[in-house]
T-cell receptor, first 116, second 115 residues
Framework: KAGVTQTPRYLIKTRGQQVTLSCSPISGHRSVSWYQQTPGQGLQFLFEYFSETQRNKGNFPGRFSGRQFSNSRSEMNVSTLELGDSALYLC???????????????FGPGTRLTVT | KNQVEQSPQSLIILEGKNCTLQCNYTVSPFSNLRWYKQDTGRGPVSLTIMTFSENTKSNGRYTATLDADTKQSSLHITASQLSDSASYICVVRKAYGGSQGNLIFGKGTKLSVKP
C-alpha cells in the first residue's frame, strides 16, 4: 500500500507570495491533517479535513487555508507569505473510523518551505 | 492547560548503550499516548500506543511505559544503534471527540547515537 505523498518536497518563495501544497493520503483514509513543524515550536496542528469538511482548526491566522477533494486528496494554501512561515509542513492521514488504531496517523515526508 | 513536556531536549549516547526518554503530560481527560520516531527529513512514524490500562508495551528494542496516576511515560531504547538517531515525539490524545485537533504534541527529544 502506498504511503502518504506530498508535493512538492522543497519550495522557495518570496515574502508576500502565496503557495499551495498538496497531499495524497493512503488509499481508504478519509481524514487528512496538516501540521507546521519548526525547530522551536515542534509540531503544531493547522487543520483537519474529513470527508471534504474541515473538522477542526488550530490557532493559525486566516492566511492558512485548506481543502479536501472527493478522493480525499488535500491541499493547503498560505497567502501573503511571511518569513516566519518557513517550516516543514507535514500532512498525515488516518482511517478515522473503526478498529483499535482508528486514529493512528501516517505522516508524509513533508514539504520544506523556505520564505526569503 | 493541556501540555506535554519531554526531557531531555537532546541526548548523545554511544552505540550499544541504553537510554530512556521522558514524557510528562497534564492532558485531561486522557485517551491515549503515542511515541513517534522522526528521522531527519522524514515524517514521524508511530512506535507504540499506550492506553489508560496499559503499563508497558514493547516494539523490538523500544519499550514504552505509562503511569497514568502520575501522568508520566517513558521510552526506553535498548542496545542503541546508529539508526536510532532521530527525534522522538510524545503525543497525547484528549478523550472525547475523534478530531486530530485533540492531539497534544511534545516538542521532542533529539537523540544522537555515536559510533
Amino acid at each position: 500500500k502506498a504511503g502518504v505523498t506530498q508535493t512538492p518536497r522543497y519550495l522557495i518563495k518570496t515574502r508576500g507570495q502565496q503557495v499551495t501544497l498538496s497531499c495524497s493520503p493512503i488509499s481508504g483514509h478519509r481524514s487528512v491533517s496538516w501540521y507546521q513543524q519548526t525547530p522551536g515550536q515542534g509540531l503544531q496542528f493547522l487543520f483537519e479535513y474529513f470527508s471534504e469538511t474541515q473538522r477542526n482548526k488550530g490557532n493559525f491566522p486566516g492566511r492558512f487555508s485548506g481543502r479536501q477533494f472527493s478522493n480525499s486528496r488535500s491541499e493547503m494554501n498560505v497567502s501573503t507569505l511571511e518569513l516566519g512561515d518557513s517550516a516543514l509542513y507535514l500532512c498525515a492521514s488516518s482511517l478515522a473510523s473503526g478498529g483499535r488504531n482508528w486514529d493512528e496517523q501516517y505522516f508524509g515526508p513533508g514539504t520544506r518551505l523556505t520564505v526569503t | 492547560k493541556n501540555q506535554v513536556e519531554q526531557s531531555p531536549q537532546s541526548l548523545i549516547i554511544l552505540e550499544g548503550k541504553n537510554c530512556t526518554l521522558q514524557c510528562n503530560y497534564t492532558v485531561s481527560p486522557f485517551s491515549n499516548l503515542r511515541w513517534y520516531k522522526q528521522d531527519t527529513g522524514r515524517g514521524p512514524v508511530s512506535l507504540t500506543i499506550m492506553t489508560f490500562s496499559e503499563n508497558t508495551k514493547s516494539n523490538g528494542r523500544y519499550t514504552a511505559t505509562l503511569d497514568a496516576d502520575t501522568k508520566q511515560s517513558s521510552l526506553h531504547i535498548t542496545a542503541s544503534q546508529l539508526s536510532d538517531s532521530a527525534s522522538y515525539i510524545c503525543v497525547v490524545r484528549k478523550a472525547y471527540g475523534g478530531s486530530q485537533g485533540n492531539l497534544i504534541f511534545g516538542k521532542g527529544t533529539k537523540l544522537s547515537v555515536k559510533p
